[in-house]
């Protein structure tokens, strides 16, 4: 498939090839896509969270009251759950909430997000993402032209100094390098947008894992 690569100021550069097997899959599979979305939210859980269990609270262990003839019922601990400043029943400790999901599932999934942006014409190809100044209000000005308000932007190798630095304070637009793709940032913006060198990275990647 092909598609018009255009420059930042919206002159168009002529058209770029686009492979089908990346970018050209008809049949979009939404199970896949939340998968892997799923699984890269669980990874990055931090799992800290934790409460003190029974043998690590410091309340005192010993016998509160005899056994019978109290007429109450029989407790051992001041430690039990349902005394005030016991311990928490089944809490949550600390664990890892992340879990495993095939390489080429992960592949396929990130395959399934670009084309959904190609088929939903929500795919902007630029020829190349520098400017000369580190200008906020300029670089949204840029954006506003090609139509991107809510976007992520893979620019290429590595991000242009200046574009990087104008680019964190707009809202909603995420620029990152060819190593930062991934489903869910895809997903969770309007527009795609990709330098050339970019699709080249993405496509070579993709033939790199077909070819082994």
């Given amino acids: 498939m092909k598609i018009e690569v255009t420059k930042l100021d ?14 050209g899959i008809e049949e979009i599979r939404a199970d896949i896509l939340s998968r892997m979305v799923n699984w890269q939210l669980a990874k990055r859980r931090a799992g800290t969270h934790k409460v003190q269990t029974r043998n690590e609270n410091s309340r005192t262990g010993k016998k509160m009251y005899k056994q019978k003839g109290t007429g109450g019922a029989r407790h051992g601990s001041r430690r039990a759950p349902q005394f005030v400043g016991g311990s928490r029943a089944f809490g949550p400790v600390v664990r890892d909430h992340g879990f495993d999901l095939p390489k080429k599932v992960r592949a396929l999934a990130l395959r399934h997000a670009l ?98």
């Fill in 10 to 23: 919206g002159k168009s550069a002529g058209q770029i090839e686009l492979s089908d097997a990346v970018f």
């Fill in 115 to 212: 084309s959904s942006k190609a088929k939903a014409g929500d795919l902007i190809v630029v020829d190349s993402l520098s400017v000369k100044e580190a200008k906020t209000a300029a670089l949204r000005e840029t954006f506003g032209k090609l139509g991107v308000t809510n976007a992520l932007v893979i620019a290429g190798p590595e991000v242009d100094a200046n574009v990087g630095l104008a680019a964190r304070n707009i809202p909603l637009v995420d620029v990152l390098p060819n190593a930062g793709l991934n489903v869910y940032d895809v997903l969770r913006r309007q527009k795609l947008v990709l330098t050339k060198a970019a699709v080249e990275a993405i496509e070579a990647r993709f033939s790199e894992k077909e070819a082994a």
